[in-house]
């Protein structure tokens, strides 16, 4: 789709820049309704997607740096973990999501200066507990549920930390080897069926371990590009609806991959853009249904991918923009 093609779409299929801006702005000031108290344990995941959402549509500074800096630090425990929120307990998710927030606002020496311990150590510390030496695994929490989400995070946020080393890299990637199928795709666990989530987690844990010899990218281009249905949109796995956060779990990895080329840009453009609100902001997970932060910055930074005028370019393996990932990583 070239430039002059997107400036020929009907109104309702142009990218709301400026609604998005504000209903992301909108989401800490609902503290009046129900669900902003039942969504407290997704409150630093949540600041995460809409800062990246924000930074993605071009307006970085849309909310207050130095107010986001003081609320991510005082959800840091005393492990150097973070909880969701103040006064829940530290969880690998929402440590990575301070992470990529205080990297996105170039905050790490706020981290260094008023973090808990010894800052980024600190920090990277905590992570490295959470893995299993001996499978390789990490765990969420000190409760013990692991998972290949937990272990990209880890990768994620120790390599942003420049902290990979805290961790036995090699035997994670023997884990991620192990959760392969026959379909070229990766479950959640060994013999688990492939699914698009797990998919991106292991892909790009691979990919920032410096291991693609490992995936069959013909076998997986295949299977990803059959997540596309009629509608346009992407499915996580076979006989399910589309759904516009896997226009990034699915697309991300076909671009890891090489292969984006394999499935119907035009088609996915004109479904993530049909699943937004043009007037109050927001995109949802498909058209008609309501909005939410989650699926906003997924149909953001899938249309990143797919070279959408007006965005910002996104880090295919980091879900962050690609100027915070080059001034971090060199990427």
């Known amino acids: 789709m070239t430039t002059e093609s997107f400036k020929q779409l009907p109104e309702e299929l142009k990218l709301a820049t400026s609604a998005h801006v ?18 407290e344990h997704l409150r630093l995941n949540g600041l995460y997607w809409g800062l990246t959402a924000l930074h993605l549509l071009g ?34 998710l929402s440590t990575v999501s301070a992470v990529q927030i205080l990297a996105t606002v170039d905050a790490f020496d706020e981290l260094e200066s008023r973090g808990k311990g010894n800052g980024k150590v600190q920090v990277g510390n ?16 000190e409760w013990g549920e692991e998972d290949t989400r937990f272990l990209y995070g880890a990768f994620n946020a120790l390599s942003l930390l420049g902290l990979l080393h805290l961790v036995d890299v090699d035997k994670a990637v ?24 797990q998919i991106f987690t292991c892909v790009a844990a691979l990919t920032i371990a410096g291991r693609q010899d490992l995936i069959d990218k013909e076998r997986l281009g295949r299977w990803l590009s059959e997540r596309q249905v009629d509608a346009g949109g992407l499915n996580g796995r076979p006989e399910k609806k589309e759904d516009v956060c896997y226009s990034w779990w699915v697309l991300s990895s076909l671009e890891m991959i090489g292969k984006t080329h394999w499935i119907d840009r035009e088609k996915l453009i004109a479904f993530i853009l049909s699943s937004q609100d043009t007037e109050k902001g927001g995109i949802s997970d498909r ?35 690609k100027s915070t990932t080059a001034r971090i990583l060199g990427r």
């Not at 504000?22 to 969504?39: A, G, V």
């Not at 492990?79 to 530290?90: K, L, Q, S, T, V």
């Not at 023997?174 to 699914?195: K, L, Q």
Request: proline share 6%.
């Open 174 to 197: 023997e884990h991620i080897a192990a959760c392969a199928n026959f379909d070229g795709g990766y479950g959640v666990s060994p013999g688990a069926e492939s699914h698009s989530g």
């Open 22 to 39: 504000k209903y992301i702005q909108s989401l800490d000031t609902r503290k009046d309704e129900y669900d902003y108290w039942l969504t």
């Open 126 to 141: 905590y992570i490295a507990s959470l893995q299993n030496r001996q499978t390789g695994t990490f765990a969420g929490d």
């Open 287 to 321: 058209p008609g249904d309501m909005v939410d932060v989650w699926h906003t910055v997924f149909g953001v930074a899938g249309l990143s991918l797919l070279d959408y005028p007006g965005l910002e370019p996104v880090d295919e393996v980091y879900c962050m923009p």
């Open 59 to 92: 307006h970085p500074d849309a909310l207050p740096r130095s107010e986001t800096i003081d609320f991510v630090l005082s959800c840091q425990h005393e492990n150097g973990g973070f909880g969701a929120a103040p006064g829940h307990d530290a969880h690998m």
